[in-house]
């Protein structure tokens, strides 16, 4: 509840400060429009912004403000690419999240009440297509090894980019050409967003514990993790370190169901989006609140490519501690295969462009 007030007191201000905006133009557009001798005075009519500055000089008595402001819009011009990249991350996660939770939210209207196996179908086949179809146009997104994909239940290990946009891309392609619904777990916060309610419920998320984990993987399932969760997505950088600290879980997870685990990267996931991990005080900030307070940017175009590893078997002689280490080793060639080190959001942009790519 205290994060939906925090929500609601930032889109009041956010809309508050653009209605005074708009609105403190609109009376100048109505006092030039009105006859303001300054503004109008002359054969030749003077510009909005000289006409603003004139304005602004009177009411404060600055003189020559009009410098002042030139030299604003131009620092405001400079500035837009930089502005565009930190804001299209959240105009692209409220578009993309926001979207599927209405659309969720007719389809559960239309439902009545009405409560069913097969009660989300409909809705997931819909925002997969939709998924799949921005993947392809956005990223060029690509797949490669799904072929490796046994037909029972398995444990898919992802690395994690600094957003969850990958994991998503490929949970559709996966329902989409396979008919596989493929489970995935995601970090506590990720509930108390307002809204998430409803893609929780619908693509049925976990959050653990393990035995639920391994309930579903004992019913024949197929489920997503990553170890290395939201602090991987935040403080690793473009050397794509995974950082995974002492989580085993996972492994024993999969020795506990009795299934394989397959690693699974996306190529060029941290050139789509990036973050500022390396600043230590905010890395100090979320050790001690564990909230996402990272500031983010990008959201370019860059190519996407998922590479399926092959799968670890189930070993009964194998410690968790021996099949964490196993799959980390198995992830970290998939990056070294795969993934050129450091990271280019440049390279990654003109791969698009490429017929040619790295061998499976």
């Not at 995601?186 to 409803?198: E, M, N, Q, T, Y």
């Not at 099949?323 to 080190?341: F, P, S, V, W």
């Amino acid at each position: 509840m205290q994060y939906t007030q925090v929500y609601c007191c930032l889109f009041l201000r956010l809309y508050s400060s653009v209605f005074s905006f708009f609105f403190f133009f609109f009376l100048i557009k109505q006092r030039m429009i009105g006859g303001n001798e300054s503004c109008t005075a002359g054969p030749i009519s003077l510009s909005y912004l000289t006409c603003v500055a004139h304005l602004l000089g009177e009411w404060t008595g600055v003189e020559h403000l009009e410098d002042y402001l030139g030299y604003t819009v131009y620092l405001l011009w400079l500035l837009l690419p930089l502005a565009i990249a930190f804001i299209f991350p959240g105009i692209f996660f409220f578009v993309f999240i926001y979207s599927a939770v209405i659309i969720l939210y007719i389809h559960k209207r239309k439902l009545n009440g009405e409560k069913s196996g097969n009660v989300w179908d409909g809705a997931r086949k819909l925002l997969t297509t939709l998924w799949d179809g921005h993947a392809r146009i956005w990223h060029g997104y690509e797949v490669h090894g799904v072929e490796k994909i046994p037909e029972g239940p398995a444990l898919f290990v992802f690395y994690h980019g600094a957003g969850p946009a990958d994991i998503i891309y490929f949970i559709s392609r996966l329902l989409l050409e396979k008919k596989r619904f493929c489970y995935v777990v995601a970090d506590h916060f990720v509930s108390r967003i307002p809204g998430f309610k409803l893609i929780i419920e619908a693509f049925e998320i976990l959050h653990g514990p393990k035995e639920a984990c391994v309930n579903t993987l004992k019913k024949g399932c197929l489920l997503g993790i990553s170890p290395g969760g939201v602090r991987e997505a935040l403080f690793s950088d473009e050397t794509y370190v995974i950082i995974w600290g002492n989580r085993k879980g996972f492994a024993q997870v999969a020795i506990d169901a009795k299934v394989p685990i397959i690693p699974v990267f996306t190529q060029n996931v941290r050139e789509g989006i990036r973050t500022l991990g390396k600043i230590k005080i905010l890395r100090k900030l979320y050790e001690r609140i564990r909230l996402p307070v990272v500031p983010m940017y990008g959201g370019f175009p860059v190519k996407l490519r998922t590479f399926v590893g092959e799968p670890i078997p189930y070993d009964p002689n194998i410690t968790a501690e021996e099949l964490t280490a196993k799959t980390k080793a198995a992830l970290q060639a998939l990056i070294e295969k795969h993934q050129k080190i450091p990271g280019s959001i440049c390279r990654a942009l003109m791969e698009r462009f490429q017929t040619r790519q790295k061998e499976d």
